[in-house]
């Protein structure tokens, strides 16, 4: 089973901030919080990753609470094409073994 | 760098054939995992190949199998399809370096079982 929960839907202004939550409150000290996304039909693309320390890049912002029980996604400035399904996976790899859970993920829609 | 390859990108068999569907991972990645697509079960995990072993393997039955040649490539093959197999399968790399090699996806092979 996944180990986080997401919204399943959100809706977002173009231009405006999305601001996607993700709960992992059973997340262990060697796992990392991943974020994909996924355009229709096509394969997911990571976005962004962190473990403790709040992270950006071109993409995105990833903010992860103190006791790294949640994260949220930020996207800065919402297009159109950022419509898509958000994926966040917590994730640790072992030398024996690197299993990656997707849950359902967040259907974000970006509207004009 | 060119990123995964999947062959081919569309097909469709019958019934109690079998599909064979190759995986080219981003040149130096050592670790291939495959994962189905269904609009009812979302994306699932079938295993994962490193250095030609497969190291892990979610909950399928026995049909589905897979493989890892010395240059990395994979192959994953469904013997006696169901209706059921139809579905996008995807393949994904990584470095295989210990929780910082994010994982690259190829654009999938979409299978539809008649």
């Known amino acids: 089973d996944a180990k986080t929960t997401q919204p399943p839907s959100m809706d977002c202004a173009e231009g405006r901030a999305a601001n996607l939550p993700c709960n992992h409150s059973?997340?262990?000290?060697?796992?990392?919080v991943y974020w994909y996304r996924q355009i229709h039909s096509q394969g997911p693309q990571y976005i962004i990753h962190?473990?403790?320390n709040n992270e950006t890049n071109e993409m995105a912002s990833l903010i992860i609470t103190e006791d790294r029980k949640s994260s949220t996604l930020i996207l800065p400035h919402a297009t159109l094409r950022d419509t898509a399904v958000y994926y966040c996976i917590v994730r640790v790899m072992k030398t024996s073994y690197d299993k990656v859970i997707f849950g359902p993920g967040t259907s974000l829609s970006v509207i004009p | 760098k060119a990123g995964v390859t999947q062959t081919p990108r569309y097909l469709i068999k019958t019934r109690g054939q079998q599909v064979t569907l190759s995986c080219s991972p981003i040149s130096g990645h050592r670790s291939v995992s495959w994962y189905q697509q269904t609009p009812g079960q979302g994306l699932q995990f079938l295993f994962e190949?490193?250095?030609?072993?497969?190291?892990n393997k979610g909950n399928f039955p026995g049909r589905f199998s897979g493989r890892q040649f010395s240059n990395s490539r994979s192959e994953m093959n469904v013997s006696t399809l169901e209706l059921g197999d139809s579905a996008l399968y995807l393949c994904?790399?990584?470095?295989?370096?210990?929780?910082?090699?994010?994982?690259?996806f190829g654009e999938g092979s979409r299978l539809t079982v008649l």
């Open positions: 994904a790399s990584h470095n295989g370096q210990t929780n910082t090699g994010e994982l690259f």
């Open positions: 190949y490193f250095s030609e072993t497969q190291r």
């Open positions: 059973t997340i262990s000290g060697n796992e990392y």
């Open positions: 962190g473990l403790k």
